[in-house]
């Protein structure tokens, strides 16, 4: 290596202290509490309408999971007693040209899906289904079924939808396609599906997590807190509060964010989603990999390989090269040669792997920081025991991503942050929307 003065600039520069943490969680709350009672705030606080599930809901019921490029239907019967049957699910690929189309084309290929699920699970015309709908946007709910999309997140832009109540659009296409056996009853956000499931199992869940392509979190609210709801009361007189965490905003930025930032679909938008999710942690490390190419740090023999080309290098990359704990980060060089680097050495490979490491031990701590923002907030002294239901690609499949926010929740509550579980909930966010539309289809509004 030339020489480590450029990396170690990057690490200071990605380096989130304890000191920047605390600020983070100080920040936080402010926001939550703008939120909450309705003045500006980066965080939207969307009161759900629903409180948790009590475990006995039963019944069988659909989910449509659906926030990114791939979506999937589910078959679930609650039995009550916190029990559940096993799952049936479907998973579909949506078309690139569709997320970027109109909204007409894009709820027909959703009805259409739907149709085919139906038909394939034997659903007849005369049996009946409530289905809880996942829709893991900023969507201003209205009602246990009925909201409005604030804006599209993670590279969508499909027409006619903003503004409008996606429930409707979707009652309309499933109208279309002649499905009348099925009535929406529940519009759910994946973190708050994710919440749902887990709770509906273990009464101890308060707060749910989605690390994926995007990111996000909720959890449960006092009502009296949430100052600008003026609707009826709740079973416990709380709330599932989806607070939409990926718009926040009061973070130290890099250049390199900047830049990301800048070039986006959405910019000024999603700052913390551009920070941790799945959708943007390979393209930041891909900009701090181009200035240390620049630098003559890397590659000087072998050229710039793919990294010059925007959204090239993925967060599955960095996953595989974090992963590497060979001698001679041989899987590395192996991906490497893929992404057109024919050559490289075992100082550029070391230099790769620091990157990525420093790129995404920054997302897991400002993570942590928001997490823990949250639990004080519920329960300033951590007195009671929290569990955490987290699902998506970033938490599950990165290799240090749990682990170091996890040590980063030491750092800040000590001995205390046993009181604190994270557990990841496969599946949660769809199997979370048939228990939503089970506690909906218990509710007066
Ligand atoms: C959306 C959230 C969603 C999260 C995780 C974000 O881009 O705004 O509504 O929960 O992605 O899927």
């Known amino acids: 290596m030339k020489s480590d003065k450029p990396l170690n600039r990057v690490e200071q520069l990605f380096n989130v202290s304890l000191n ?29 309408y629903v409180d948790r599930p009590t475990g006995n809901e039963n019944g069988k019921f659909i989910a449509l999971d659906f926030g990114g490029t791939n979506f999937r239907i589910l078959e679930l019967e609650l039995k009550g007693g916190r029990k559940t049957n096993p799952l049936k699910i479907m998973k579909f690929v949506l078309n690139k040209r569709l997320i970027k189309g109109t909204a007409n084309d894009f709820f027909g290929f959703i009805a259409g899906c739907l ?3 139906l038909e394939k699970r034997k659903v007849g015309i005369g049996e ?27 590279g969508f832009s499909v027409k006619g939808v903003m503004g409008k109540d996606v429930v409707g659009l979707l009652s309309e296409a499933l109208a279309r396609k002649g499905i009348t056996n099925v009535k929406i009853s529940a519009l759910v956000n994946d973190t708050v599906g994710t919440l749902a499931a887990e709770s509906y199992e273990d009464q101890n869940c ?10 996000n979190a909720c959890y449960v609210e006092e009502l009296p807190n949430i100052t600008k709801w003026h609707g009826p009361e709740t079973r416990t007189n709380r709330m599932i509060v989806n607070i939409e965490w990926g ?37 930041v490390a891909r900009l701090v990999l181009i200035d240390l190419i620049s630098k003559y740090l890397l590659f000087s023999d072998s050229g710039t390989g ?32 893929k992404l057109n680097i024919p050559k490289s050495t075992l100082d550029e490979r070391r230099t790769i ?3 990525c490491e420093i790129v995404s031990l920054r997302g897991a701590r400002v993570s942590a920081a928001c997490l823990a923002a949250i639990i004080t907030k519920m329960d300033p002294d951590l007195f009671r025991y929290h569990m955490v239901a987290i699902d998506g690609s970033v938490y599950e499949k990165h290799p240090s991503f749990s682990r170091n926010m996890k040590s980063c929740l030491q750092e800040i509550f000590g001995a205390r942050s046993s009181r604190i579980k994270m557990v990841l909930a496969k599946d949660g966010s769809g199997k979370g929307a048939a228990v939503i539309a089970a506690v909906a289809a218990s509710m007066q509004y």
């Open 128 to 154: 009946e289904r409530n289905l809880g709908f996942t829709f893991s946007f900023p969507v201003k709910q209205t009602g246990t079924a009925a909201g409005t999309l604030v804006c599209w997140t993670k």
């Open 247 to 283: 718009n926040f905003n009061k973070l130290r930025l890099t250049s390199y964010d900047k830049r990301l930032d800048k070039a986006s679909d959405n910019p000024g938008q999603q700052i913390l989603e551009k920070m941790v999710s799945g959708m943007y942690l390979g393209e």
């Open 206 to 215: 308060d707060i749910g997590i989605i690390l994926g392509t995007g990111t």
């Open 115 to 117: 149709k085919n699920f």
């Open 353 to 355: 792997k620091k990157t």
């Open 306 to 337: 793919i990294f010059n080309k925007t959204g090239s290098f993925k967060t599955e990359h960095m996953s595989i090269i974090e992963d590497d704990e060979s001698g001679d980060l041989t899987s590395i060089r192996t991906l490497l040669k």
């Open 20 to 48: 920047d943490v605390q600020n983070i969680v100080k920040a936080f709350h402010l926001e939550m509490k703008r939120g909450l009672s309705g003045r500006k705030s980066s965080l939207k606080m969307i009161p759900t």
